[in-house]
């Protein structure tokens, strides 16, 4: 195969492989700060190499990159750990995997949900970062069909998920949900700027800051509800618990290489929705937990501990962080908020981006993307013996544990803006989540909208404007209609599924 | 037409000057310094009303980069993004302390044009642009293989049908711009705020919008990805740089002024009154990083435009903006969506 | 004690808990109405669009509360917000400490404020007991935390005696 005047070939990528192994000694230190700032709420790969970007500057030019890839995809991994174990997800991309994975938690089965997020998350990263070395050229097209009328639909495949979570209780479902899209729209519009229910508090003039709504309606509320038993365990957790073994970490793996064909697919719909400037992490872990949820044999388990809804969001996610570097290095423009601010290192180093980087210099146009292979290797090897010992947390008595999550929390909800406003904020969701659990509200229903709804009226009225007003456009392109098909079709096809099997077992009872 | 009669009006200031004027008789007096011993102690903290990682952010590490060694402090960037910069201007002028040791870099055009749309909490004169780093001219520009070549294919497709054109937010110089184009040759343009530069751009590169409209040293940085079809300046000082494009006043014989946006160093009024000593450290220190070659190098080499690196003192910025003003008050009903 | 067929009985609906939301939400969406009353229509379309759905979903429910406590089915209490009653104190105490910890951090700073917040709220939680534990286990903390975010990461977090301190020390 020939890309821009480079001959890429099987050679080529070995010897790259080896030389950016070289670099292990970049690659572990990144790594493991990747995880610590990706666990803890508030830190993300992105805000880290702001922080450290004298360092990054003062770096070689490929020392660089390879030091923020390896921090980025750890930090990915990372922000798993206290989403799982906690129900802490640390950053939006992470708040799909609480769903399943928290109960799992709970349920004594934590080092298997551990295992199956880092096995989930390096093979849907491998994969999708391999995929994204060979068909760059044709990936970095994506960018170029999806537009705002599409980014709608895509916005609808994760909104959908409300309706899905309001079948048990369709009108309380539906109350949290349209609740959450409508503390989502607080904050200026998007064309005039106009304050909209901001209380006449300048740090909601940006909107809901997502971390203080992720920490206070999922962990926060949590911690006020746990105090009542020892431990974040259920009985039959406990028991479980008692005697712990490497057998549940294999039995993990055992459980992702099983449901090997969703780690695959699901990790595509990360890479598509990665490639996609303005789209991000968010929107690609609740996409593939719907569309997993859609096809699912056992729709019905999810959010009780499902493996399935575990690792639908944990490859998705990963496989955005690969994504988001295709429009990067090919076109030069960044698909997410870590790829913004590796581009402004790669500038400061003189990078021309574009078909050209990768005859010039392909030990950077590729070795990006080896990079980040190489550092999910070494990831999965040191991380998923830990996964044992990580777990013991949810042995930790909530007398102890419960203080622990609400400062940890508080002060991730700080750390993004740096307005103690964020913190009584996380409080306040903190109650919201509480009254809502209490009264069986699903919280996930009000987080999709805070976290979908404004990202959808952004690209409903770009799209809106540019057509005059013309409501028509949203049914204007060819692959924006199919995607309405799509939408239309797994949102009904789990109703359609059930039915069928009723009908089916209605005709056996016969 | 009320809303600026009171600030930055021609009172306002000449007494600001004056101050200022006053502070720096004070401090060149041979007790002067005396009063700003230890000063600076501890960081300097610089307010951004911008998101980490945008043009600002690498302005601002370039020059603070040289200015510590001048001043002999670190800098610390305090990123408050948010409606388009008023959540950074309030932060800083509700919350920083009035001592010299916090600043704010923040872009006059956009940033001064938010105030048209609605005023701030605070007095506009309680804030001072004491020294600007760049003039940097809006431009439009189009992706490198747009069937757009010239400026004139625009404006012919523009009379045919209305064409999207992204921008960073409608409160913009480069948006003003763009609208006394339409205005001038009767071209039908829709004005799609995109948040941002790098979105700005995104829209075009990506063939959702017809062109954009942005600050030129942002477009000139993506290099051969775009192309330059006209600039609002008097003159395409980087020619070179922005693919020979002529300005609006040379092709279209209009008198625009300028319009630019310029990236300053502000501070609290009554810093410059109350601490006159620790503000001409700071402004004196300041000015000596535009002689410093390490200073032209950091520009080259993210890109920038050494040409539009054009120190300015506060007359300077305050002749900016009231240019700013009557531009931004003539456009105001399709700013805030509202007829006047 | 409850005796057994009291303890039997079904429970009825403590519908008074379940309007809290839908009628916070009703309140929240007239607001949001309220401020974008003289705003241009792009600020208006999706806010109106969802709240008006919002407002006749709440409704809806509001007229089912109705029925369900006509038919016995619900009361008005909130009991399921406060259960179990032996943990409402504490959980009170902790949502207080909460409070404070937010309310005092501008003043003591990020360290000692967070050592207060966790030996308090540890104390308050092991009701008294483990003290030394504790004590122990918020020193860690709080330090590590001062070490992580204020030291390592150098975050802006408010700062007081014990970082003012340090700042003189390092």
């Given amino acids: 195969m020939e890309f821009c005047e480079v001959d890429v070939s099987i050679q080529m990528f070995a010897e790259l492989f080896v030389h950016t192994l070289g670099f292990w000694w970049i690659i572990l230190p990144a790594m493991l700060l990747g995880l610590i700032v990706g666990a803890i709420p508030g830190f993300s790969a992105a805000n880290t190499i702001i922080i450290l970007l004298p360092l990054t500057f003062a770096m070689e030019v490929e020392q660089g990159i390879v030091f923020m890839v390896a921090l980025y995809a750890s930090s990915r991994m990372g922000a798993g750990i206290p989403a799982i174990l906690v129900n802490i997800p640390g950053t939006a991309g992470a708040a799909a995997t609480p769903l399943d994975g928290y109960p799992m938690a709970r349920a004594g089965l934590g080092q298997q949900a551990l295992a199956m997020s880092f096995v989930a998350s390096t093979a849907g990263g491998l994969l999708t970062t391999i995929i994204a070395l060979i068909a760059m050229p044709w990936l970095a097209q994506v960018a170029f069909f999806m537009h705002s009328v599409e980014m709608i639909v895509v916005m609808l495949f994760g909104i959908s998920l409300i309706a899905t979570i309001a079948a048990k209780n369709t009108l309380k479902g539906l109350i949290a949900g349209l609740l959450g899209l409508m503390i989502g729209a607080v904050g200026t519009d998007f064309v005039y700027e106009t304050p909209r229910a901001t209380f006449g508090f300048l740090e909601l003039y940006d909107g809901i800051p997502l971390v203080p709504a992720l920490v206070g309606l999922f962990a926060v509320s949590e911690a006020f509800l746990v105090i009542e038993g020892e431990s974040i365990l259920t009985r039959r957790g406990k028991e479980l618990m008692a005697n712990p073994s490497w057998q549940a970490t294999f039995e993990g793996v055992r459980m992702c290489a099983k449901r090997w064909w969703h780690v695959i697919w699901c990790s595509l719909i990360g890479l598509v929705i990665g490639v996609i400037p303005g789209a991000g992490a968010s929107i690609a872990s609740f996409v593939a937990y719907q569309q997993s949820r859609s096809f699912s044999k056992t729709p019905e388990l999810y959010g009780t501990g499902h493996p399935e809804g575990l690792i639908a969001p944990e490859s998705a996610n990963n496989g955005v962080t690969s994504g988001t570097l295709v429009p990067l290095m090919v076109i030069g423009l960044p698909g997410g908020a870590t790829a913004a601010i590796m581009l402004v290192v790669l500038e400061f180093h003189g990078v021309n981006f574009g078909p050209q980087l990768f005859s010039e210099q392909p030990e950077i146009g590729f070795g990006i993307f080896m990079a980040m292979a190489v550092t999910y290797l070494l990831m999965i090897f040191t991380i998923l013996p830990l996964s044992r010992y990580m777990t013991k947390v949810t042995i930790v008595s909530t007398a102890f544990m419960a203080p622990v999550i609400i400062s940890f929390t508080l002060v991730g909800s700080f750390v993004p803006r740096e307005f103690g406003f964020d913190m009584g904020l996380a409080l306040g969701f903190g109650v919201l989540g509480y009254i809502a659990r209490r009264t069986n509200y699903h919280v996930a229903a009000i987080l999709i909208g805070i976290i979908l709804g404004p990202l959808l009226e952004g690209f409903f009225l770009r799209a809106i404007r540019m057509a005059n007003g013309d409501l028509g456009v949203l049914f204007s392109s060819n692959i924006g209609n199919a995607l309405w098909v799509a939408l239309v079709v797994t949102v009904a096809l789990p109703y359609l599924l059930d039915y069928l099997r009723k009908r089916r077992r209605q005709q056996k009872t016969m | 037409m009320s809303l600026f009669d009171k600030p930055f009006d021609r009172r306002t200031m000449l007494s600001g000057s004056a101050t200022v004027l006053g502070a720096a008789a004070a401090s060149s007096l041979p007790f002067g310094n005396a009063f700003a011993a230890g000063f600076p102690d501890g960081a300097i903290s610089v307010t951004v009303p911008t998101r980490a990682g945008g043009g600002a952010d690498r302005n601002l590490r370039a020059f603070t980069g040289v200015w510590k060694k001048y001043l002999d402090a670190t800098f610390k960037p305090d990123f408050k993004p948010g409606a388009s910069g008023r959540v950074g201007y309030e932060f800083y002028m509700g919350k920083k302390k009035r001592d010299g040791h916090n600043l704010l870099f923040g872009n006059m055009g956009p940033e001064f044009l938010n105030w048209i749309v609605k005023m701030p909490t605070f007095p506009l004169e309680d804030l001072t642009y004491f020294a600007r780093v760049d003039t940097d001219p809006g431009a439009i520009f189009v992706r490198a293989d747009s069937p757009f070549k010239t400026i004139d294919d625009v404006v012919a497709a523009g009379k045919k049908r209305t064409l999207n054109v992204s921008t960073s937010r409608l409160a913009h110089p480069a948006s003003v711009g763009l609208l006394a184009l339409g205005e001038h040759t009767g071209a039908k343009f829709n004005l799609i705020p995109l948040s941002g530069g790098k979105n700005t751009i995104a829209g075009v590169v990506t063939g959702e919008m017809d062109l954009g409209t942005l600050t030129s040293g942002s477009v000139a940085a993506k290099g051969k990805a775009l192309r330059t079809l006209l600039v609002f300046n008097d003159e395409n000082v980087a020619a070179d740089r922005l693919n020979n494009a002529p300005t609006m006043n040379q092709h279209f014989g209009t008198s625009l002024p300028p319009l630019l946006s310029s990236r300053a160093f502000a501070i609290h009024t009554s810093v410059i009154k109350d601490h006159p000593d620790r503000f001409k450290i700071l402004n004196d220190t300041l000015k000596k990083v535009f002689d410093d070659p390490e200073y032209k190098a950091a520009v080259i080499k993210a890109k920038g435009i050494w040409e539009y690196i054009n120190y300015g003192d506060m007359n300077d910025t305050a002749k900016y903006l009231k240019g700013i003003k009557e531009v931004g008050l003539r456009f105001k009903p399709l700013l805030t969506g509202k007829p006047s | ?170």
């Fill in chain 3, 1 to 170: 004690m409850l005796d057994e067929t009291e303890a039997d009985r079904p429970r009825k609906r403590a519908l008074g808990a379940e309007l809290v939301i839908p009628v916070g939400a009703l309140v929240f969406t007239l607001y949001y109405f309220y401020t974008i009353l003289e705003s241009p229509w792009t600020a208006q379309a999706s806010a109106f669009f969802i709240g008006t759905i919002l407002i006749v979903l709440v409704l809806i429910f509001i007229g089912l509360t109705f029925r369900w406590v006509a038919k016995g089915e619900g009361d008005w209490s909130f009991h399921t917000l406060f259960e179990p009653h032996d943990y409402v104190k504490i959980r009170l105490g902790l949502l207080a400490l909460t409070v404070g910890y937010i309310a005092v951090i501008s003043f003591l700073g990020f360290t000692i404020t967070t050592f207060l917040f966790l030996v308090l709220a540890m104390l308050l939680l092991n009701r008294g007991r483990r003290a030394k534990l504790s004590l122990t286990l918020a020193a860690i903390l709080s330090v590590g935390g001062y070490l992580l975010f204020i030291v390592a990461f150098d975050t802006n977090f408010p700062e007081g005696p014990f970082e003012f301190l340090m700042n003189g020390i390092l």
